[in-house]
């Protein structure tokens, strides 16, 4: 079944209703594994809601992206510890490096950066993790070499 015919299916199983948003943009996110504008624009229609709405409620969950993630998932630590150990400096070289705010993707689709707030693992503070694995007691020499190793995988 294409990204098309699953759409479909979806639509074909919610009722026109404004209980049925939240709902439908999970469902359109686990096909596209993002809201792209187009079935956004197609859910407004369905559960008959303005689409600047449907805008703020989907940025108002945090479980919804709004554009492809990337092949590998950065989280930068900005929790107190962390804050205090100098997380903001990875994050800051992080940034610099990929090219990227907290919360988008790297040009080349590699990385997809976000900020988190405690990630239990204060002992080793700062922390990032990129994807299941996590970096403690970080320093921002250190982010080079580990984009690459996830680069090269
Ligand atoms: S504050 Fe960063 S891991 Fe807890």
Do not use: W
């Amino acid at each position: 079944m294409n990204a098309k015919e699953r759409l479909d299916k979806v639509f074909a199983k919610h009722h026109r209703s404004r209980d049925a948003l939240i709902p439908l943009l999970q469902d359109i996110q686990e096909i596209y594994g993002f809201l792209p504008p187009e079935p956004m624009a197609a859910a407004a229609r369905f559960c008959r809601i303005d689409p600047v709405e449907v805008y703020g409620v989907a940025t108002f969950y945090a479980q919804f992206k709004f554009s492809q993630l990337g092949k590998n998932t950065v989280m930068v630590c900005q929790g107190t510890a962390c804050h205090v150990m100098g997380g903001a400096r990875i994050l800051e070289e992080v940034m610099n490096q990929l090219g990227v705010e907290p919360g988008q993707t790297s040009k080349d689709g590699m990385f997809t950066l976000e900020r988190v707030a405690c990630i239990g693992a204060c002992a080793l503070a700062p922390a990032m993790v990129v994807n299941k694995d996590t970096h403690g007691r970080m320093k921002a020499e250190k982010v080079t070499e580990i984009l690459n190793a996830y680069r090269n995988h």
